[in-house]
């Protein structure tokens, strides 16, 4: 099902979302300052060619390390472009719920605007593995209240 969502996806506009993002972080990395924002754009345009199937986690719940600044740069991100890309998907999202027929695809809207919101710092990673990766991570908190408690 999610190949076909995909196909569907890509077909109705998830090919020029994706290429327009490819655009931006071809556009932000040729300076030395965007290279960071460039990958970020990199890796929402793979999620937007493809976004049934995959979800955005932490990379730090993935066991990598994360980079010094990145929450400086998310908050970069957010006022110069995020929450305008955020904005945007909302809305697309909200035009899509009008149908029933457009309900995964407004599904696939929001997953967009949260990739968009905040991109520094997370991993597209298989719905499987991101399961996964929040119940490891659910695991080790009970662990840890519990072992608090004892």
């Known amino acids: 099902?999610?190949?076909?969502?995909?196909?569907?996806?890509?077909?109705?506009?998830?090919?020029?979302g994706g290429t327009l993002w490819l655009l931006a972080g071809a556009i932000l990395c040729a300076t030395v300052v965007g290279i960071p924002f460039g990958m970020a754009c990199f890796r929402i345009a793979s999620f937007a060619y493809a976004p049934f199937g995959k979800e955005l986690v932490d990379a730090r719940d993935m066991?990598?390390?994360?980079?010094?600044?990145?929450?400086?740069?998310?908050?970069?991100?957010?006022?110069?472009?995020?929450?305008?890309l955020a904005i945007s998907n909302v809305l697309a999202g909200i035009a899509c719920f009008c149908s029933i027929i457009g309900i995964p695809f407004g599904i696939a809207c929001f997953k967009l605007a949260s990739a968009s919101f905040a991109p520094l710092g997370k991993r597209i990673v298989s719905s499987d593995?991101?399961?996964?990766?929040?119940q490891r991570k659910a695991n080790a908190e009970l662990d840890q209240r519990l072992g608090s408690e004892a």
């Open 1 to 16: 099902m999610k190949t076909i969502g995909n196909i569907i996806w890509f077909i109705l506009g998830g090919f020029i």
């Open 63 to 84: 066991g990598e390390e994360r980079i010094a600044g990145t929450g400086l740069m998310n908050v970069l991100w957010v006022v110069l472009a995020g929450l305008w």
């Open 129 to 134: 593995m991101a399961f996964a990766v929040r």
